[in-house]
T-cell receptor
Framework: DGGITQSPKYLFRKEGQNVTLSCEQN?????MYWYRQDPGQGLRLIYY???????QKGDIAEGYSVSREKKESFPLTVTSAQKNPTAFYLC?????????????FGPGTRLTVL | DQQVKQNSPSLSVQEGRISILNCDYTNSMFDYFLWYKKYPAEGPTFLIS?????DKNEDGRFTVFLNKSAKHLSLHIVPSQPGDSAVYFC????????????FGKGTHLIIQP
């Protein structure tokens, strides 16, 4: 069954701790993205990767880091430098499906920093 | 500077009537536009898209209209059903560009019985 997996669904961390959110895809898409959603803010791009071993900063990359060692995986680390890390994080890929090029989203991870 | 704007945070429509969601953009380089539907605590799901070479695309109850001169697009849902209650995001892209979609802030559509 093709798709994007994000785990866990809910994540709690203490302030000052780094935390890594996982994103795995079996759609064979080259491009992967991380967004965060805050109430009333829509989706804002954190990082994206067009190909393995390459990634680019999005609009709000400060306090985050990523790696892309495998095509299937694009983990996001929320570091202690991120001022307001509590948010809903969405991973996405970009590719063709149903004859249309579009972004496909995972189910999201709700991160709460206590 | 917001390049994709959805000026209505929420919209309430009676079941069976037409829902019209609006979106404006400022970047004339955008040439591909998409609508996504999102339920709480879930990822957005793709709904419908339109290329800038067209002015209308229809898929079942959903139709997207594009007015390039006005830099405006709209999503029509007819007839509206209770399951259509969700947040709808408008997104735009420069095809062939390296970065991701640019999203609006979303419109919360509420279908009333």
């Amino acid at each position: 069954d093709g798709g994007i997996t994000q785990s866990p669904k809910y994540l709690f961390r203490k302030e000052g701790q780094n935390v890594t959110l996982s994103c795995e895809q079996n759609l064979n898409h080259d491009a992967m993205y991380w967004y965060r959603q805050d109430p009333g803010q829509g989706l804002r791009l954190i990082y994206y990767s067009q190909i393995v071993n390459d990634f680019q900063k999005g609009d709000i990359a400060e306090g985050y880091s990523v790696s892309r060692e495998k095509k299937e995986s694009f983990p996001l680390t929320v570091t202690s430098a991120q001022k307001n890390p509590t948010a809903f994080y969405l991973c996405a890929t970009y590719g063709q499906g149903n004859g249309t090029d579009t972004q496909y989203f995972g189910p999201g991870t709700r991160l709460t920093v206590l | 500077d917001q390049q994709v704007k959805q000026n209505s945070p929420s919209l309430s429509v009676q079941e069976g009537r037409i829902s019209i969601l609006n979106c404006d953009y400022t970047n004339s380089m955008f040439d591909y536009f998409l609508w996504y539907k999102k339920y709480p605590a879930e990822g957005p799901t793709f709904l419908i898209s339109i290329s800038s070479i067209k002015d209308k695309n229809e898929d079942g109850r959903f139709t997207v209209f594009l007015n390039k001169s006005a830099k405006h697009l709209s999503l029509h849902i007819v007839p509206s059903q209770p399951g259509d209650s969700a947040v709808y995001f408008c997104a735009a892209q420069i095809r062939g560009g390296a970065d991701g979609l640019t999203f609006g802030k979303g419109t919360h559509l509420i279908i009333q019985p």
